[in-house]
């Protein structure tokens, strides 16, 4: 008899014989299927044991579901709102990075300006000027479940940035 499973990675199913046992690894994806890990966005539990995180007298795991006595596993509305939240205001940024700790989508918090009295540019020897210099932007992100931020230059200052780097590849180019 043949056992499905799907793999976390990328959503494929995986059929495997039950001689052989279960698949170690994706052979789509290639991705390991035991080491799948997830952090989810952690709210506090309400105080009042008047909640879906008590069932029968015994708290939920830190995932924010609890199961009940039929085997039915209830969440807390709270959390599922805040899920519906992030996505929305994923769909709305036009940049969506993954974070570099968890893999999860990362929320844009703001955009910073970075000023010539908080910014030394750094001078390549090859170039002879710098690569960018202030006043510019970066915009930060955070990740809704590690917290873990991330910046990076502001897309209207990407083509300052890059800008030094053409001018030395057309001038190598002219000299070559």
Same mark, same amino acid.
């Given at each position: 008899m043949e056992q499905t499973t799907i793999c976390p990675w990328c959503q494929t199913e995986i059929v495997w014989d039950e001689e052989l046992g279960p698949e #170690?690894?994706?052979?789509y994806c290639d991705n390991e299927l035991t080491g799948y890990r997830t952090v989810q966005i952690g709210l506090d539990r309400p105080d009042d044991g008047d909640s879906d995180w008590d069932?029968? %007298?015994? &708290? %939920?795991?830190? $995932? %924010?579901? &609890? =199961?009940n006595a039929d085997g039915f596993r209830h969440t807390d509305r709270e959390w599922l709102a805040v899920e519906?939240?992030?996505?929305?205001?994923? =769909? %709305?940024q036009e940049?969506?990075? #993954?974070?570099? !700790?968890?893999?999860e989508y990362m929320l844009e *918090? /703001?955009?910073? $300006?970075? /000023?010539e009295a908080g910014f030394r540019p750094a001078v390549?020897? !090859?170039?002879?000027?710098?690569?960018?210099?202030?006043?510019f932007g970066v915009v930060w992100y955070v990740c809704p479940s590690c917290f873990q931020t991330v910046q990076r230059i502001a897309p209207q200052d990407r083509d300052r940035f890059l800008a030094p780097l053409r001018r030395e590849a057309e001038a &190598? *180019? =002219?000299n070559g």
């Open positions: #170690e690894r994706c052979p069932v029968e %007298g015994e &708290a %939920g795991d830190d $995932t %924010g579901w &609890a =199961d519906e939240t992030v996505e929305r205001v994923l =769909d %709305g940049e969506v990075p #993954e974070c570099p !700790s968890c893999r *918090a /703001g955009m910073q $300006t970075i /000023g390549p020897k !090859s170039l002879g000027q710098p690569l960018l210099e202030a006043p &190598a *180019a =002219d």
